[in-house]
Antibody, heavy 121, light 106 residues
């Protein structure tokens, strides 16, 4: 049974660094083809892909967030992480992590429940 | 970056009505995925690899398309289909979502 769960600080101030954790079970990020991605959704708005990390440590980032993103993983503890530097109110959103098996046509098949992050002074 | 344009933005359909949601890509993609999201819930995988229904999805749903034009079709609208539907391309970085189509009941 595949599950993912996001955790984060809840609220933080502008200019701080946001650190998010995705804890998962039912699969391993050391298994060939497995990737974990981060996606966010501001309240009442659409979905935005942020970053992906795969089993062999390849990474992809959304260039719209320039150099503010860092994705990493801890294979031993079944976790993936995302850091966003210099946050501002536009980073207020629900943040999701999702799994993908990197094969042609394969989707983000399992998602976490999401974690709400509010940036406010 | 591949931009996905969904149309219509919002639509209302009567029970039993056939519904078609569209997703137009700015460049060719290999496959399209669709997600259903209801208010307050995480997105659910609905259609993957252009035309494959996710587990538990009713067979009144179907997906089709190729290249830059894709669609999700409901053969007969039901009340439980009220939701926002997003398309997603995973053919190349950066991965991109469409802005969504909000489907309402008439």
């Amino acid at each position: 049974q595949v599950t993912l769960k996001e955790s984060g600080p809840g609220i933080l101030q502008p200019s701080q660094t946001l650190s998010l954790t995705c804890s998962f079970s039912g699969f391993s990020l050391s298994t060939s083809g497995i990737c974990v991605s981060w996606i966010r959704q501001p309240s009442g708005k659409g979905l935005e892909w942020l970053a992906t990390i795969c089993w062999e440590d390849s990474k992809g980032y959304n260039p719209s967030l320039k150099n503010r993103l860092t994705i990493s993983k801890d294979t031993s503890n079944n976790q993936a992480f995302l850091k966003i530097t210099s946050v501002d109110t536009a980073d207020t959103a629900i943040y999701y992590c999702a799994r993908r098996v990197r094969l042609p046509g394969s989707p983000f098949d399992y998602w976490g429940q999401g974690v709400m992050v509010t940036v406010s002074s | 970056e591949i931009v996905l344009t969904q149309s219509p933005t919002t639509m209302a359909a009567s029970p039993g009505e056939k519904v078609t949601l569209n997703c137009l890509a700015s460049s060719s993609v290999s496959y399209m995925n669709w997600y259903q999201q209801k208010s307050g819930a995480s997105p659910k995988l609905w259609i993957y690899g252009t035309s494959n229904l996710a587990s538990g999805v009713p067979n009144r749903f179907s997906g089709s398309g190729s290249g830059t034009s894709y669609s999700l079709t409901i053969s007969s609208m039901e009340a439980e289909d009220v939701a926002t539907y997003y398309c997603l391309q995973l053919s190349s970085y950066p991965y991109t979502f469409g802005a969504g189509t909000k489907l309402e009941l008439k």
